[in-house]
């Protein structure tokens, strides 16, 4: 009976044993996974990319040497489609670039059903007509950069072909490339990591342009006002 007692009591400290053991296993074998954390977007780097929108403005045209008013100020406006290219720099969050854009343009507007000072419908001057043919800008870009998302400011050159003409036909007309300034604002979100997407608007003005062309004979030279407020979008693919 002793012996009995015994052997019993060493299978019941041999089965506790094993089953406390047993408990512990999976404490032990349970290993936590590590954290995933995604990469931080960078945006530094040389791109490319195309872009389009449309454009609205006021147009002027005018004589500085009576001087005449000749069409009172008149609206404009078109669409654009066009290229640009730039670089990137990232420090931190901030973002310092330069980007450069050329677009073809059909931004124009005329006197024609207004009642403007010396261009009216039914008068020997008809019309008088501006229109933006092309239009660049070479501008400083700086951004503060939310991982994918890059909002930002911008500016500096802007250049375009402006036409002029103050009959129907071209009869008194002329071009020139008369250059300006812009400035604007713009968000850009990365698509991938190396396509990004964007929609900026841009205030261009041109100024004068003095002497655009001469009525004939001659004797009063047409100079022309001309701004643009400009929205569009763009897709880039940036090389990193």
């Avoid at 045209?61 to 008149?74: E, K, N």
């Avoid at 036409?163 to 008369?178: E, I, L």
């Avoid at 979100?189 to 041109?206: G, M, P």
């Amino acid at each position: 009976m002793k012996k009995f007692l015994v052997a019993s009591a060493a299978l019941t400290a041999l089965i506790v044993g094993g089953v406390a053991n047993a408990a512990d296993i999976p404490a032990r074998m349970l290993v936590k996974a590590p954290v995933v954390v995604a990469p931080i977007y960078n945006w530094s780097g040389f791109y490319v990319g195309i872009e389009g929108g449309g454009g609205w403005g006021r147009s002027q045209h005018f004589t500085s040497a009576v001087p005449i008013d000749f069409s009172g100020t008149f609206n404009v406006s078109g669409g654009l489609i066009g290229g640009t290219a730039g670089y990137n720099w990232q420090t931190g969050a901030f973002v310092l670039g330069v980007e450069g854009d050329f677009s073809y343009t059909s931004i124009k507007g005329s006197t024609r059903g207004i009642q403007a000072p010396f261009c009216p419908d039914g008068t020997a001057l008809a019309n008088c007509t501006t229109s933006l043919r092309n239009f660049g800008t070479a501008r400083a870009r700086v951004g503060y950069a939310w991982d994918r998302y890059l909002p930002y400011v911008t500016g500096g050159l802007a250049f375009g072909q402006i036409y002029g003409a103050s009959d129907p036909g071209d009869v008194n007309s002329g071009t020139k490339t008369k250059a300006g300034w812009t400035i604007g604002a713009g968000i850009e979100a990365a698509l991938s990591r190396n396509w990004s997407a964007k929609i900026e608007y841009l205030y261009a003005d041109f100024g004068t342009v003095n002497g655009l062309f001469n009525r004939n004979p001659g004797v009063f030279p047409f100079d022309v006002k001309l701004n643009a407020d400009i929205v569009r979008a763009g897709l880039n693919y940036r090389f990193n």
